[in-house]
């Protein structure tokens, strides 16, 4: 039998239990993306540095105590923004989530903030033409980096994201279908962008010997290999709908 005094004794308990872990629980307002912060945090800039700049476009450059005070707010500000970023990366991953994740607001289109994380780096994807994407090349960022004087995370960014479209599409594509326009539904990017990519993978699938130590190909920008990408593509492969924003005939089926 349950004495009275014990009932009520577990009953506190039970409650004490229940304020506790309501106690835990934080509500906050969707993190709102903006959009200065967020291109920085794309290119791989620090905390400081985002502050730096967004604290000189607004009260220049003194070095007086309440700049100081000033840059504060910002890194403060700055350090929150980055958070909120890093907690909706998974969502930028595959930006189809963004138009049905509730818990972010968001200035722009998720086709917008998609174009802004899928934007593409000419100089770091230069350096990776002729190279397989695997993880030891991916450890091995930090020379490029280094060479191009760009953010680790920033080639990580590119890295990934051109290694996640490439990976896609041989999965789930096998590359039998109109690839720009395939990139550009499934990641949400601009007809000109997803031409690029295009473009990009067609390179890496065919497995061309582009590197920068090749002295014959060293010279080639990448907007010289997307233009012999492309020609090769509008005389090669299937049609690509001007639609697209892309030259007649460019539309790969590779």
């Known amino acids: ?18 304020l506790r872990v309501s106690a835990e629980v934080l509500i906050t ?32 450059t003194g070095d007086d105590a309440a700049t ?4 504060d707010l910002f890194q403060k500000e700055t350090a929150d923004y980055y958070h909120a970023f890093e907690r909706i990366e998974h969502f930028l991953q595959q ?3 963004l138009h049905d994740h509730l818990a972010l607001s968001i200035s722009e289109t998720p086709e917008m903030v998609a174009a802004r994380y899928y934007a593409i780096d000419d100089d770091v994807v230069r350096e990776l033409f002729g190279k397989k994407l695997t993880v030891k090349a991916r450890k091995d960022l930090d020379v490029i980096a280094d060479a191009l004087c760009v953010p680790l995370r920033s080639c990580r960014r590119v890295f990934d994201n051109l290694k996640r479209i490439l990976t896609w599409l041989d999965e789930t594509k096998g590359f039998h ?18 031409a690029r990519y295009s ?5 890496f699938y065919n ?8 002295r014959r190909t060293a010279s080639l920008s990448l907007a010289d290999i997307e233009l012999l990408s492309a020609t090769i593509l509008a005389n090669w492969v299937s049609e ?9 005939r460019y539309q790969p089926r590779f």
């Open 1 to 18: 039998a349950f004495h009275p005094a014990q009932t009520e004794g577990s009953a506190l308990v039970m409650a004490e239990v229940l």
């Open 29 to 60: 307002d969707p993190p709102m993306v903006d959009v200065e912060c967020f291109d920085c945090w794309v290119k791989g800039m620090t905390v400081r540095e985002t502050a730096l700049k967004r604290r000189t476009a607004c009260c220049g």
């Open 68 to 71: 100081e005070d000033v840059l």
């Open 95 to 97: 930006p189809g989530l």
């Open 177 to 194: 279908c109109c690839v720009a326009r395939e990139i550009a539904a499934q990641y949400l990017l601009p007809p000109p962008l997803a």
């Open 199 to 203: 473009a990009i993978c067609f390179v």
């Open 207 to 214: 497995k061309f010997t582009l590197q920068r130590s090749n």
């Open 240 to 248: 690509m709908p001007s639609s697209l924003g892309a030259p007649q």
